[in-house]
């Protein structure tokens, strides 16, 4: 039978509540710290294998594009962009799988979320989050690897000028996903970056303001 | 002499048998999801059971058991990209808010429903706020939710007041401290 709202007691309601019997034993708690570890460890492969892929790719691409270079017509210019190009992405590629290691490798056992205070984490959470936002494009080599393709592509379009449907027809899709998916990607960034801005400041002030 | 790793064990069987409970509550206040709030959870004990390894009783094993937990379940929060939920701080509950419930036919209700509420209020706070009110609602004083969180026990007593305030507006006259109330030792 329902009873008056105000007979709850909101201290007693939330600690009366059903609660489940919870504990994890050691073996289990070992278990799940190797399972862990080899997670990341396979992540870290994955990352590797895929990076490694890549950079034989492109690198083959660097490597044999003399052979190719007369049936693409290209000048000695657009030659040695597309072929640059091509070692740029390769050594892109090389970065990533390093980096994917630096970022998955399992660190040590020892955790650190015991030692702060609830609001220095979640302001650390925070600043974190907004770091790799912010600086994603460095730390993953983005950049380069725009540049990478946009040297392999340009020397094309700028061969094909002259036949603008035909170079509208090769690169005119990639180049409208790229620019719809800039045009998403970075106000949607701007607009996060400013909102977490502002909560992180918030909690700076307070820390100032009320730390013991 | 017991190892490093037996003490660590051991601790965790502590904090676990102590606070298990308070965890299992801890994790609602985070999660609604059943099938997520249980991983959450399973990861709350398994921080603590490696936090373990640090312990060096600078602090209670309470204080340090609810920062793990509380540090664990905000990474959840932000991690699951909840801070894009239009999370909102105590003061816009307490201006903004309309109140469910204020008609005298929404007062009647079941306590499953009160919790309900209670739940919903929480789940709609930013992560420092919430760890105040679950700590609030798990009786702690102010003392002890102050060294949890870093802010002042001065600070922790306006949260606290502005706490009262909406559980009253929410829940009545009991909101206003009810049973343990906090002590602001």
Redesign the interface.
Same mark, same amino acid.
């Given at each position: 039978?329902?009873?008056?709202?105000?007979?709850?007691?909101?201290?007693?309601?939330?600690?009366s509540?059903p609660?489940?019997?919870?504990?994890?034993s050691?073996d289990t708690?070992r278990l799940?710290?190797q399972r862990m570890e080899k997670k990341a460890r396979i992540a870290v492969i994955w990352a590797a294998a895929i990076g490694a892929g890549l950079f034989l790719w492109f690198g083959w691409g660097f490597l044999i594009f003399p052979e190719k270079f007369h049936s693409f017509g290209l000048g000695p210019a657009g030659f040695w962009t597309m072929r640059l190009g091509f070692g740029l992405l390769s050594l892109w590629a090389l970065y990533s799988g390093y980096k994917a290691y630096t970022i998955l490798w399992p660190k040590s056992?020892?955790?650190d979320?015991?030692?702060?205070?609830?609001?220095?984490?979640?302001r650390q959470?925070?600043e974190k989050?907004r770091d790799y936002s912010r600086n994603i494009w460095l730390r993953s080599g983005l950049i380069v690897c725009f540049v990478g393709i946009a040297m392999v592509l340009t020397p094309m379009m700028v061969r094909d000028i002259r036949q603008p449907l035909q170079m509208l027809l090769s690169v005119g899709p990639i180049l409208a996903i790229f620019i719809l998916w800039l045009a998403i990607f970075i106000p949607q960034r701007k607009r996060q970056q400013r909102?977490?801005q502002q909560?992180i400041d918030q909690?700076r002030e307070?820390?100032r303001?009320?730390?013991? | 002499m017991p190892t490093e790793d037996a003490t660590q064990?051991s601790l965790?069987?502590q904090a676990?048998?102590t606070y298990?409970?308070a965890?299992?509550?801890l994790a609602?206040a985070y999660e609604l999801d059943a099938e997520t709030r249980r991983d959450l959870?399973?990861e709350i004990?398994?921080?603590l059971?490696?936090?373990f390894?640090?312990?060096d009783q600078r602090c209670s094993l309470r204080t340090?058991v609810y920062?793990?937990a509380?540090?664990?379940a905000?990474?959840h929060v932000?991690r699951q990209r909840r801070?894009r939920e239009r999370l909102v701080n105590l003061e816009d509950v307490e201006t903004i808010e309309t109140i469910p419930?204020n008609t005298p036919d929404?007062?009647?209700?079941?306590?499953s429903?009160?919790?309900e509420r209670?739940s919903t209020l929480i789940q709609r706070l &930013?992560?420092?706020d919430r760890?105040i009110i679950v700590s609030?609602?798990?009786?702690m004083p102010a003392a002890a939710i102050?060294?949890?969180?870093?802010?002042?026990?001065?600070?922790i007593a306006m949260k606290i007041h502005r706490i009262k305030k909406i559980?009253k507006r929410?829940?009545?006259?009991?909101?206003d401290g009810? &049973?343990?109330?906090v002590h602001a030792d």
């Amino acid at each position: 039978m329902p009873t008056e709202f105000h007979n709850h007691d909101p201290q007693n309601l939330w600690q009366s509540q059903p609660t489940e019997a919870f504990k994890m034993s050691a073996d289990t708690l070992r278990l799940k710290a190797q399972r862990m570890e080899k997670k990341a460890r396979i992540a870290v492969i994955w990352a590797a294998a895929i990076g490694a892929g890549l950079f034989l790719w492109f690198g083959w691409g660097f490597l044999i594009f003399p052979e190719k270079f007369h049936s693409f017509g290209l000048g000695p210019a657009g030659f040695w962009t597309m072929r640059l190009g091509f070692g740029l992405l390769s050594l892109w590629a090389l970065y990533s799988g390093y980096k994917a290691y630096t970022i998955l490798w399992p660190k040590s056992a020892s955790s650190d979320v015991d030692l702060k205070t609830t609001l220095q984490a979640y302001r650390q959470g925070l600043e974190k989050r907004r770091d790799y936002s912010r600086n994603i494009w460095l730390r993953s080599g983005l950049i380069v690897c725009f540049v990478g393709i946009a040297m392999v592509l340009t020397p094309m379009m700028v061969r094909d000028i002259r036949q603008p449907l035909q170079m509208l027809l090769s690169v005119g899709p990639i180049l409208a996903i790229f620019i719809l998916w800039l045009a998403i990607f970075i106000p949607q960034r701007k607009r996060q970056q400013r909102k977490l801005q502002q909560e992180i400041d918030q909690l700076r002030e307070f820390e100032r303001e009320y730390r013991v | 002499m017991p190892t490093e790793d037996a003490t660590q064990v051991s601790l965790y069987e502590q904090a676990a048998e102590t606070y298990g409970s308070a965890l299992d509550r801890l994790a609602r206040a985070y999660e609604l999801d059943a099938e997520t709030r249980r991983d959450l959870l399973q990861e709350i004990h398994f921080h603590l059971w490696r936090s373990f390894s640090n312990f060096d009783q600078r602090c209670s094993l309470r204080t340090w058991v609810y920062r793990v937990a509380h540090n664990v379940a905000t990474g959840h929060v932000i991690r699951q990209r909840r801070l894009r939920e239009r999370l909102v701080n105590l003061e816009d509950v307490e201006t903004i808010e309309t109140i469910p419930g204020n008609t005298p036919d929404e007062l009647a209700i079941d306590e499953s429903q009160a919790l309900e509420r209670l739940s919903t209020l929480i789940q709609r706070l &930013k992560p420092l706020d919430r760890q105040i009110i679950v700590s609030y609602l798990e009786g702690m004083p102010a003392a002890a939710i102050s060294e949890i969180t870093g802010l002042s026990p001065a600070n922790i007593a306006m949260k606290i007041h502005r706490i009262k305030k909406i559980l009253k507006r929410w829940f009545g006259e009991q909101g206003d401290g009810g &049973k343990g109330g906090v002590h602001a030792d």
